[in-house]
């Protein structure tokens, strides 16, 4: 049986994890950025932050550290977990963790948070497409995931899994340990947890029915 490709291959996919053509950067660096903006209007809307946040809030109250190095510590063992799963870091990994940063300081600079319950729900859906989308399109660029869509993708690889389920197996799971940990979880933090992961897939498989896509529209997973 042909194995099922976890991702597409569009014209703009690179050919290595460090060989890129403008075509790819220019997808990488929009796609990140929309990451970015997705990620700051969800902390703008006030309704939860992502899981993995909430772990890192978690973290950061049981260690005593700030959350940005519970963060960090959090990504490189979750870098460790990719040994055993065979996976390799890329251009897409570096400029990962710049872009989205920069974009999503930018976001959470540059807006004001909306007060109205009716504005924090539209920025909180907004911010999850943008985020979907964002994850989507710079994966299928192939010069490497960050360190938390490279164990997605990894887990999908190694056990021939949808997208959809691995990516809300992990999210539900981080945000149930994270609020044993003492992390704060709104309901927004919910509907990430549990829509992220169909989001992508359904991105993905948008991109797969793209003209010119290297992938077969029925391989996809």
């Keep these: 049986?042909?194995?099922s490709r976890v991702l597409p291959y569009p014209r703009w996919a690179a050919s290595s994890l460090w060989s890129a053509n403008f075509s790819t950067l220019s997808v990488l660096?929009?796609?990140?950025a929309t990451?970015?903006?997705g990620d700051g209007l969800i902390v703008l809307s006030g309704l939860g932050?992502?899981?993995?946040?909430?772990?890192?809030?978690?973290?950061?109250?049981?260690t005593q550290i700030s959350i940005g190095w519970s963060s960090f510590f959090i990504s490189c063992i979750v870098m460790f977990a990719w040994l055993p799963l065979k996976l390799r870091f890329g251009l897409g990994t570096i400029l990962n963790m710049i872009v989205i940063a920069?974009?999503?300081?930018?976001?959470?600079?540059?807006?004001p948070p909306p007060t109205a319950l009716s504005g924090r729900l539209a920025f909180g859906l907004a911010g999850i497409l943008l985020?979907?989308?964002?994850?989507?399109?710079?994966?299928?660029?192939?010069?490497?995931?960050?360190?938390?869509?490279?164990?997605?993708v990894g887990l999908c690889q190694r056990f021939q899994l949808n997208v959809g389920i691995v990516r809300t197996t992990l999210e539900v799971s981080i945000c149930l340990l994270g609020f044993i940990l003492g992390g704060t979880v709104g309901i927004g933090t919910?509907?990430?947890?549990?829509?992220i992961g169909w989001i992508v897939q359904g991105y993905?498989?948008?991109i797969s029915h793209l003209p010119h896509s290297l992938n077969e529209r029925n391989d996809l997973r």
């Design 29 to 32: 660096i929009l796609s990140l």
């Design 49 to 62: 932050s992502t899981p993995w946040t909430v772990l890192s809030q978690g973290v950061a109250l049981q």
């Design 190 to 195: 919910l509907i990430f947890a549990t829509g």
């Design 131 to 152: 985020y979907g989308l964002g994850t989507a399109f710079y994966l299928s660029c192939h010069l490497g995931a960050g360190p938390r869509d490279g164990l997605m």
């Design 35 to 37: 990451l970015g903006i």
């Design 102 to 111: 920069f974009f999503l300081g930018l976001t959470t600079k540059i807006l």
């Design 204 to 206: 993905l498989r948008l």
């Design 1 to 3: 049986m042909k194995k």
